[in-house]
């Protein structure tokens, strides 16, 4: 996400520098919430493996049912935030616009 405007020379520009965190900020919260989703789906499975018996939804530390709502939580957010920051008519919605 950094690499392209640092190697543009743009990474020091505000609206630059605020895509590239608001686009790792989105795909950091949508990875984790399929590392949510993948937990929960394979939890059975996992119990049965020397090291991913450790996972918290494995272990029996979350529930299937908590590890699906953050997950689908986790996914809502980061599609949303995705429309507001790449939809232009949404963006004009937020408080703080940036183009």
Known sequence: MFLAPLAAGLLSHPIALWKSAAAFAIVSLAA?????????RDAAG????????NRPVAAGTISPLLAYVVAAALIVVSLTLAVMVLNPRAR??????VR
């Open 32 to 40: 984790s919430g399929t590392y949510f989703l993948n937990d929960a």
């Open 46 to 53: 996992d119990r049965q493996h020397p090291q991913k018996k």
């Open 92 to 97: 004009r919605r937020l408080p703080c616009t």
